[in-house]
């Protein structure tokens, strides 16, 4: 199967999944703010899949978050009957398996908001900035860890803007102070065991991973910027 093939089943299993769980979500206007951001996202895959197709890997994961989204967009975050569906289907637990006392599915989901966006990030990266070494790992957690902040400060304008039952459902930290905390810490645990992973798939296989650690680290310009580098542009404008 070619990648556009592929990149075309994902989007069709997708929009199955996001039309079935349109229908007669559990609170509409909750599912209308939380929609907004996926679907600009699944937009610009989209449109920007001939001129910068991603590879399996990355159109996979992707795949799977809008998927976990997508359930917890139906149902609220907060309100998602994952333990429900778990005891139904095999006779257990996981609340009572792990000793939750809330609902986690929105934890989860920050989760693998880090350990499956990082790597299509570093994608973007390697091919984009063309980063190597050191940089190739730290800028995907960095850029995961500082997008997981960011929509933290979204949840907290809207819940702020919206209020009431909306703002309230949107935010879903369920009364707890440091709900938004734990959850960029677990978009940053996410992030860090792919990279963790992505690094050691490429120790075992390149051969020159060492080599272009190190080189990383290297200097390229020994000229400080900041004053020197305004002092010099304004010599070189001066006619």
Request: hydrophobic share 50%; proline share 3%.
């Amino acid at each position: 199967m070619t990648r556009k093939a592929y990149l075309s089943t994902l989007l069709v299993l997708f929009g199955v999944l996001w039309i079935a769980l349109a229908i007669a979500p559990l609170h509409r206007s909750d599912w209308l703010l939380e929609n907004v951001l996926l679907l600009l996202g699944v937009a610009g895959l989209v449109a920007t899949s001939r001129v910068f197709p991603l590879s399996r890997v990355s159109y996979t994961t992707l795949f799977v978050f809008f998927c976990l989204h997508t359930i917890g967009a139906h149902y609220t975050y907060s309100e998602v009957p994952y333990d429900q569906a778990v005891q139904s289907l095999f006779g257990f637990s996981i609340d009572q398996l792990f000793g939750w006392e809330r609902n986690n599915f929105d934890r989860v989901v920050h989760f693998s908001y880090g350990l499956l966006l990082a790597y299509p990030i570093r994608e973007v990266f390697l091919r984009i900035a063309s980063v190597r070494g050191f940089w190739g790992y730290f800028l995907p957690l960095d850029l995961t860890m500082s997008t997981s902040m960011l929509y933290e400060l979204i949840e907290w304008g809207a819940a702020v803007g919206f209020g009431g039952d909306l703002g309230a459902a949107f935010l879903g930290s369920q009364g707890d102070v440091w709900d938004a905390q734990k959850d960029m810490a677990l978009a940053s645990l996410g992030a860090l065991i792919t990279m963790t992973v992505t690094a050691c798939v490429n120790i075992a296989y390149q051969r020159d991973f060492a080599r272009e650690w190190a080189d990383s680290f290297r200097i390229r310009s020994n000229e400080p910027l900041g004053e020197v580098a305004i002092a010099r542009m304004r010599s070189e404008a001066t006619p």
